[in-house]
């Protein structure tokens, strides 16, 4: 399987929105859990995150495998990156496409990226997103267990753990 990565066009907007929303979903990913969760919301709007960020996919031919969202130095969406870091966000992989690689080369393309742009990059994760640790790491990613945090406050024992690329 060839996998091009490519920004999003708005045709990719829908299925991607949905693609990220059932990842996060059925993986259990979201704080509390469920369709009524306000995350869901945010992970569909694949034109609001366009409009602030680069959104990029994952084709094969004519599917749609994935897709992240590459936040620059200083973008408006990002969550915890400090000056001269970009931040990636939203990464997602089609449950029928996992194990095929999209998902490193989703995050490949943000480091291409962030090197093009002399900026360092990072990431929140959570705990039991073992395999995409391993891909972060396996990309060259560190710990930066200083740096975790609690975004949903009604939700405290929500934790993100944090992971940094020095470029």
Request: proline share 7%; with cysteine; glycine share 8%.
């Amino acid at each position: 399987m060839t996998i091009v990565i490519r920004p999003a066009d708005p045709t990719d907007y829908a299925p991607l929105g949905e693609i990220t929303a059932r990842a996060y979903l059925n993986d259990g990913l979201l704080a509390f859990g469920d369709e009524d969760d306000w995350y869901l919301t945010e992970l569909k709007d694949v034109a609001k995150r366009a409009a602030h960020a680069e959104v990029l996919v994952a084709v094969s031919g004519s599917e749609l495998l994935g897709g992240v969202t590459y936040v620059p130095d200083g973008g408006p969406l990002s969550e915890i990156a400090r000056p001269g870091e970009a931040e990636i966000r939203m990464l997602a992989v089609a449950h029928e496409a996992r194990g095929r690689g999209v998902g490193r080369a989703l995050v490949q393309a943000c480091i291409d990226r962030a090197s093009a742009a002399g900026t360092d990059l990072v990431l929140c994760t959570q705990p039991t997103m073992h395999t995409a640790h391993r891909i972060y790491e396996g990309l060259g990613f560190t710990r930066a267990p200083e740096r975790d945090w609690h975004p949903v406050p009604e939700s405290p024992d929500f934790t993100l753990l944090t992971y940094e690329l020095t470029l």
